[in-house]
């Protein structure tokens, strides 16, 4: 299910605080959404690897705003970085968490550890074929695999009958789309808009990455594509044009490295030479600046 979340008035989860409740075990977990569901009630789930920010705190609290029960989930989950990534330094910060999640209207915080997720003999991966072997699965071969497991994993403990996840990483959305089909999941999928900076950065745990001129750098990324929205707006339709726009801001970034900045059908990610009317196409973008890589996107209508 797609849509664009509109924030509500109010949100009564702040007006009227509830104990955040942390569970840490699967089995609770499931206990309690078999409890929640046994009353006739509805649980939002909004999986995380934690160190939020105001991105995950509008899928929060969008989250709160439409289910009786709410389901933050934190786990850095290790299948979905390659040795070579960034796992040992992915920020943390647990009691930070706690607080934002809670004040963004969250009523139970899931946060297993690693042994909780993959016990000992562990022995089950989710393969997607198609939507993941492009852009982002050409650079993290092994990513989608780990995260298609891991989302598989938590909707099942979780139960929730919607779950919320953020454009911001587009091509992902599209594998938990379809997981959620093939695999009969029964949720539904609620994706909503990146929350940027004031001056256009996306939101991004990784942001914390980034020397004061590598912050400066990466606005590139949302120039580029605010250069691609203004030629789609005047009327440009081919693939290769659209791409040099954005390749070509990208590329003047000092210390940056474009792994892939392509325009693409926003359903698919097929790459037809030319677009039509009212198509609507994504625009994605993977830099490394320095030694951390971001990833923006934005969707747009040809015209
Ligand atoms: P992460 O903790 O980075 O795995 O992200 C957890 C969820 O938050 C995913 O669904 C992300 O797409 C979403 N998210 C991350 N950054 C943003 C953002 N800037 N705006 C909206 N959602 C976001």
């Given amino acids: 299910m797609w849509r664009i979340f509109a924030p509500p008035e109010h949100n009564h989860q702040k007006s009227q605080p509830m104990a955040l409740r942390l569970v840490r075990t699967i089995t609770e977990l499931q206990h309690f959404a078999d409890s929640i569901r046994a009353e006739g009630k509805s649980i939002g789930c909004v999986p995380t690897m934690?160190?939020?920010?105001?991105?995950?705190?509008?899928?929060?609290?969008?989250?709160a705003s439409e289910n009786n029960e709410t389901i933050t989930t934190i786990f850095v989950n290790p299948t979905q970085f390659a040795p070579t990534e960034d796992l040992s330094r992915y920020p943390r910060?647990?009691?930070?968490?706690?607080?934002?999640?809670?004040?963004?209207?969250?009523?139970?915080?899931?946060?297993?550890?690693?042994a909780e997720m993959y016990p000992e003999g562990y022995s089950t991966s989710i393969q997607i074929s198609g939507i993941t072997e492009k852009f982002e699965g050409v650079f993290r071969p092994t990513h989608f695999s780990g995260v298609a497991t891991?989302?598989?994993?938590?909707?099942?403990?979780?139960?929730?009958?919607?779950?919320?996840?953020?454009?911001?990483?587009?091509?992902?959305?599209?594998?938990?789309?379809?997981?959620?089909?093939d695999l009969n999941i029964d949720c539904n999928i609620i994706v909503l808009p990146t929350v940027r900076e004031d001056d256009g950065l996306a939101k991004s745990s990784r942001n914390v990455y980034l020397s004061p001129t590598e912050r400066q750098d990466a606005l590139a990324?949302?120039?580029?594509?605010?250069?691609?929205?203004?030629?789609?707006?005047?009327?440009?339709?081919?693939?290769?044009?659209?791409?040099?726009?954005?390749?070509?801001?990208?590329?003047?970034?000092?210390?940056?490295?474009?792994?892939?900045?392509?325009?693409?059908?926003?359903?698919?990610?097929?790459?037809?030479?030319k677009f039509t009317k009212g198509d609507s196409v994504v625009c994605l973008i993977a830099v490394r600046i320095g030694t951390t890589r971001l990833i923006d996107n934005?969707?747009?209508?040809?015209?």
């Fill in 221 to 273: 990324l949302w120039r580029a594509l605010t250069a691609v929205g203004e030629a789609v707006s005047a009327g440009e339709r081919r693939r290769d044009a659209l791409n040099n726009v954005c390749r070509k801001i990208l590329s003047e970034i000092p210390a940056g490295t474009i792994d892939y900045a392509a325009v693409a059908r926003a359903s698919s990610l097929d790459e037809p030479e």
């Fill in 93 to 114: 910060d647990f009691e930070r968490d706690y607080t934002l999640a809670e004040e963004a209207g969250c009523t139970v915080l899931f946060y297993p550890d690693t």
């Fill in 150 to 181: 891991v989302v598989t994993k938590l909707l099942l403990a979780a139960k929730p009958h919607r779950a919320y996840f953020g454009q911001k990483d587009y091509q992902q959305t599209l594998v938990v789309q379809r997981l959620n089909t």
């Fill in 50 to 63: 934690g160190y939020l920010h105001s991105g995950h705190a509008s899928l929060v609290s969008a989250s």
């Fill in 298 to 303: 934005a969707i747009f209508t040809i015209q």
